[in-house]
């Protein structure tokens, strides 16, 4: 599966220098390929916070300090973070009352952040670590392309 998300989202963006294109792009082929999400998109970094970016599901929070939630504290960690319940994480932003589970990919170019790629499930405990490699790979390919 992620094999050919990877070579559709290389084909999507081959070219384009937009990066709110490609991002929204990557959005949409995110959300028609996997299964059981309700939210997915970016999150870019503008200084000390996050900004809302392209993304398909319900609107979302706009301004997401560092540090606060789960993106925030991929944010600022630079780290994945792939959590199976969200209403045990400290600090949670619930966007989407439907969301269980979150998988938070920071986007790094020259080890400076980018975004953050967020996709939210409503089954707990989606995002295995299949999924955690696949979108590291996703997002190699968007720190290229945004
Ligand atoms: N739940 C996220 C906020 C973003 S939304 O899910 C779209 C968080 O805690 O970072």
């Known amino acids: 599966m992620y094999d050919e998300l990877a070579a559709a989202l290389e084909a999507l963006?081959?070219?384009e220098p937009d990066g709110i294109a490609n991002m929204a792009n990557a959005a949409g082929l995110i959300w028609e390929t996997l299964p059981d999400l309700n939210w997915t998109?970016?999150?870019r970094n503008l200084g000390e916070e996050l900004v809302l970016g392209p993304f398909q599901g319900r609107p979302a929070c706009i301004r997401i300090p560092f540090g606060r939630g789960v993106c925030g504290v991929?944010?600022?960690t630079l780290e994945l973070q792939r959590i199976d319940d969200v209403h045990a994480f400290d600090g949670h932003i619930a966007c989407d009352s439907a969301s269980e589970s979150e998988l938070v990919v920071p986007i790094l170019r020259d080890g400076k952040l980018l975004a953050v790629?967020?996709?939210d499930s409503p089954r707990k405990a989606r995002f295995t670590e299949a999924d955690e490699a696949g979108c590291r790979r996703l997002a190699a390919i968007?720190?290229?392309a945004i």
């Open 13 to 15: 963006v081959a070219g």
């Open 41 to 43: 998109g970016f999150y």
């Open 74 to 76: 991929a944010a600022a």
């Open 117 to 119: 790629l967020d996709l």
């Open 142 to 144: 968007l720190a290229a």
